[in-house]
T-cell receptor, first 115, second 111 residues
Framework: GAVVSQHPSRVICKSGTSVKIECRSLDFQATTMFWYRQFPKKSLMLMATSNEGSKATYEQGVEKDKFLINHASLTLSTLTVTSAHPEDSSFYIC???????????FGQGTRLTVV | DQQVKQNSPSLSVQEGRISILNCDYTNSMFDYFLWYKKYPAEGPTFLISISSIKDKNEDGRFTVFLNKSAKHLSLHIVPSQPGDSAVYFCAARNSGYALNFGKGTSLLVTP
C-alpha cells in the first residue's frame, strides 16, 4: 500500500500559540488529502478536504480561520492550529488518496495537547 | 447525524473462532465501503473494501459482506488471532468525497 507520513506524532504547546502538522504522501501523488479529528472514544470526524492548488473545503462547524490548511504540492498538506486552546487538544489524522475513487491511506496521527 | 453506525462498541472472541463486526448505514448514495483497523494513537490501517455493485469481497482471513437492501455490511475474520485485537472502523464513501466513519468496534481476541 501507499505510505502517508504525518509529523509530528506528538506535540505539546502553550495556549495561544500555533502548531503546524504536516502530512506527506511518500510514494504517490495525492490530489486530495483529508484532515480528521478524533475525540476519545469517538469516531473520526472529517474536518476538511484539501485539494492541491485550491482552497480547502471545510465541514460545517469547523472554523477555517482557526484550522488553516494548505495543500501546496501533490505530496504535502499542512494543518495549522492557530491560537490553540486546551479544547483543541485531540488526535488529528490526515489521509491521502490518488483520486476521488481510490482508497485513502492514513498518516500515523498527531496527538496535540494544549496546556 | 451519524450516517454510518457501528452499534456494538466492543466484541470479545476466542482465538480460532470467527469474529463478526457489523455496520449499518443510512445514505443510499454511498458507493464504496471500507474497513479499517486502528491501534491507539495510530492512524487507521486499511483492511478491505467493497464496491456497492458487489455483495462479497474476500482477502485471506477477511471477508466483507454487503447487503444493500438492508444497508448493512459486515466484516468476518476467520480464524481470529490475538493480533487482530484492535478497534475496527467501518467507513463509507459517496463517490469523490471523504469517508464517513462509524464509531468503531473494539475487538478483543483471547487466547
Amino acid at each position: 500500500g501507499a505510505v502517508v507520513s504525518q509529523h509530528p506524532s506528538r506535540v505539546i504547546c502553550k495556549s495561544g500559540t500555533s502548531v503546524k502538522i504536516e502530512c506527506r504522501s511518500l510514494d504517490f501523488q495525492a490530489t486530495t488529502m483529508f484532515w480528521y479529528r478524533q475525540f476519545p472514544k469517538k469516531s473520526l470526524m472529517l474536518m476538511a478536504t484539501s485539494n492541491e492548488g485550491s482552497k480547502a473545503t471545510y465541514e460545517q462547524g469547523v472554523e477555517k480561520d482557526k484550522f488553516l490548511i494548505n495543500h501546496a504540492s501533490l505530496t504535502l498538506s499542512t494543518l495549522t492550529v492557530t491560537s490553540a486552546h486546551p479544547e483543541d487538544s485531540s488526535f488529528y489524522i490526515c489521509s491521502a488518496s490518488r483520486g476521488p475513487t481510490t482508497e485513502a491511506f492514513f498518516g500515523q496521527g498527531t496527538r496535540l495537547t494544549v496546556v | 447525524d451519524q450516517q454510518v453506525k457501528q452499534n456494538s462498541p466492543s466484541l470479545s472472541v476466542q482465538e480460532g473462532r470467527i469474529s463478526i463486526l457489523n455496520c449499518d448505514y443510512t445514505n443510499s448514495m454511498f458507493d464504496y465501503f471500507l474497513w479499517y483497523k486502528k491501534y491507539p494513537a495510530e492512524g487507521p490501517t486499511f483492511l478491505i473494501s467493497i464496491s456497492s455493485i458487489k455483495d462479497k469481497n474476500e482477502d485471506g482471513r477477511f471477508t466483507v459482506f454487503l447487503n444493500k437492501s438492508a444497508k448493512h455490511l459486515s466484516l468476518h475474520i476467520v480464524p481470529s488471532q490475538p493480533g487482530d485485537s484492535a478497534v475496527y472502523f467501518c467507513a463509507a464513501r459517496n463517490s469523490g468525497y471523504a469517508l464517513n466513519f462509524g464509531k468503531g468496534t473494539s475487538l478483543l481476541v483471547t487466547p
